[in-house]
Structures are given as C-alpha cells and as structure tokens.
C-alpha cells in the first residue's frame, strides 16, 4: 500500500498484523495472550485484536471491527480490554494508522523501574515518528498501570497534548507505539525494543 491511511482493505491489514504478531512471538515480545494490536480501516472504522488470543497464532477471525469510540461493529464480539488506548492514540493523530502493544522482558523490567525513559545516541532513533535526530534525547513517559482504561487514556492524552512523545511504557505493563501503516509502527517497535534491551542490558552491565 501507499503511505496514506487507513488501510483500504482490512484484508491487508490483517495480514499485516499477523505477520508482526508472528515476529514479535519469536522474539520474545507477545507472551501467552500479551499485546494487542490495531489498524485504521476507514474514516471511522478500527480493526483490533480481539481480547485475548496468542498475538503469535493470530488468524483473521480472531480481529474485530470497531468504531472510532472502540464499540464492536458485531454485538457478539468482545474486543480487547485496553482498546480504549488504541482508540487515544488515533484520536489525537491524525496520521496514525496502526497501534502495537508489546510486553517484553526489556520494556516491562525498566517501566517498573523509572517514571520514564530517555533514548540518546541511537542510530534507531530516526525510525520513531518525527525521525529524531540520533544527538537528540526522546522521552518515554511511563504510566502507572491502571485497571481503569478509561482514567489511563485520559492521563495519556493530557500528557500527549503537554508534550508529544512518539511511544509510551505503562509500568509493569509494557510498550505502545503507533506508525502511519503497520509496517511502520513494527518498526517503531522493532526499533524501540532493540534500544530498550540495550538499556536493561546497559543497567545489568552498570551494576555488576
């Protein structure tokens, strides 16, 4: 596809999500029913993960489609318990086409561990949103975990509007982050794990 959004065809999108479902898994990123993912597959349509589900034998019948306001198109199907995160993300950019959440050992180790998390010096950095420049320093917020979706989307959102980030950590929880497509935000990801291993690693490294 091109780089405009949302995904004209959900077939599209769900094959995409598979295949970084299947990536993540290998990787260690998505265990047991962790993560959950979505897509922009229409002016006011989102297509989701469904709750629960191994995000590494993902098959199309285990996505829904939603309203922007993340109520399941089909009354019959129960979407994701954290979709309202999703829908925050794509209601405040514009340009986001896809939202994946990871729960890797890296992300859910140093959310537990610091209110947030700067990234400086990292070739990757120019992969997240807005292209940082590697000499610039990126904070990642980091979110106490909260049951309540709603109240934690709102905190989200008033920080988001305060200062933009381009991925947040939920502590104990683990990663979001958003791109214009999916292959886009599985970078981002992609990306982001990598640095963040670095930095448990680094951590490990300093404290020996």
């Known amino acids: 596809m091109n780089d405009t959004m949302p995904y ?56 829904l ?4 306001d993340g109520k399941a198109m089909d009354a019959g199907r ?3 318990y954290e979709t309202g995160l999703h829908v925050q993300v794509y209601g405040h950019l514009a ?17 537990r561990r610091f209110e947030r998390v700067s990234l400086s010096g990292f070739e990757l950095m120019k992969v997240l949103p807005g292209q940082p420049d590697p000499g610039e320093t990126v904070v990642l917020p980091v979110f106490e975990n909260d049951q309540d979706i709603a109240r934690l989307a709102a905190k989200v959102d008033a920080r988001m509007r305060a200062t933009p980030f381009p991925a947040y950590l939920i502590a104990g929880h683990g990663l979001y982050a958003w ?5 886009q935000a599985r970078y981002a990801v992609e990306a982001l794990e990598f640095m963040l291993d670095c930095l448990l690693t680094e951590l490990a490294t300093d404290g020996a």
């Open 8 to 63: 004209s065809d959900p077939a599209v999108a769900t094959e995409a999500m598979i295949a970084a479902g299947h990536l993540f898994h290998q990787r260690g990123w998505v265990p047991a029913s962790g993560g959950n993912f979505s897509a922009r597959v229409g002016p006011d349509r989102l297509l989701i993960t469904a709750s629960g589900g191994h995000k590494g034998e993902l098959t199309p019948a285990q996505f």
């Open 95 to 111: 340009d986001a086409g896809c939202v994946l959440h990871t729960h890797s050992r890296a992300n859910t180790v140093l959310s």
């Open 65 to 68: 489609v939603t309203d922007l």
């Open 179 to 183: 791109g214009r497509n999916v292959a």
């Open 78 to 80: 129960k979407t994701s």
